[in-house]
């Protein structure tokens, strides 16, 4: 299946200090996606990056997409209390369906 | 801006029970996806409609019927509603196929 896999499951860093997250994914993708959720709540949009892209900005937030590697990573530099989330990446195929990946929970130490 | 609207935000039912869910899209997205996401689970895609006609089907069960209306708005029903039927349900909406999704805040849905 298309599903991906969130690498760590669960990361705690200091603020102030980079988070990474890494996604990885078996087939071909259209474009990937990353969302946020806080606890409950629905998710947030953060950044698309399409098949043809290789890294991408916005804010503190940054992405890469290696599709030799099928993998992405989304960076948030200078990280805030307010960004600890779960984080999910998402596959968008060619038939536009997206299939979310399990997720990394992060939480950010005062 | 107007974002996604999903009605209502929470609904608690019994076993057997039957559960309609809706979802207003932000104005000029055509485009509608329903999602599941159980405690501590990813979300689910479970189905999708473009211009009112079913776009994509995901992990929907037969129990289940969604469709998308003449003012883009849709609502899922859920029949003979389980247990493992509780969970987030959110819809999501785009303008266009292969645009971002914005979600909605969700329906937690408890079955008892």
């Known amino acids: 299946s298309q599903q991906g896999e969130e690498d760590p499951q669960a990361l705690s860093i200091q603020e102030g200090e980079n988070a990474t997250m890494n996604c990885s994914y078996k087939?071909?993708?259209?474009?990937l996606q990353w969302y946020r959720q806080n606890s409950g709540r629905g998710l947030v949009h953060l950044i698309l990056i399409r098949s043809n892209e290789r890294e991408k900005h916005s804010g503190r937030l940054r992405v890469t997409l290696d599709t030799s590697k099928k993998s992405s990573s989304l960076l948030i530099t200078a990280s805030r209390a307010a960004d600890t989330a779960s984080y999910f990446c998402a596959m968008g195929d060619r038939d536009d369906k997206i299939i979310f990946g399990k997720g990394t929970r992060l939480h950010i130490l005062p | 801006a107007a974002g996604v609207i999903q009605s209502p935000r929470h609904l608690i039912k019994e076993k057997r029970e039957t559960a309609t869910l809706k979802c207003y899209p932000i104005?000029?997205?055509?485009?509608v996806y329903w999602y599941q996401q159980g405690p501590g689970q990813d979300p689910q895609f479970l189905i999708s409609?473009?211009?009112?006609?079913?776009?994509d089907k995901g992990s929907i069960p037969d129990r289940f019927s969604a469709q998308q209306f003449s003012d883009y708005h849709s609502e899922l029903n859920m029949s003979s509603l389980e247990l493992g039927d509780s969970a987030l349900y959110f819809c999501?909406?785009?303008?266009?196929?292969?645009?971002?999704?914005?979600f909605g805040p969700g329906t937690r849905l408890t079955v008892t």
């Open positions: 409609f473009y211009e009112k006609m079913q776009s």
């Open positions: 104005p000029r997205h055509d485009t």
């Open positions: 087939t071909s993708i259209n474009n």
């Open positions: 999501a909406s785009s303008r266009k196929l292969r645009y971002e999704q914005y």
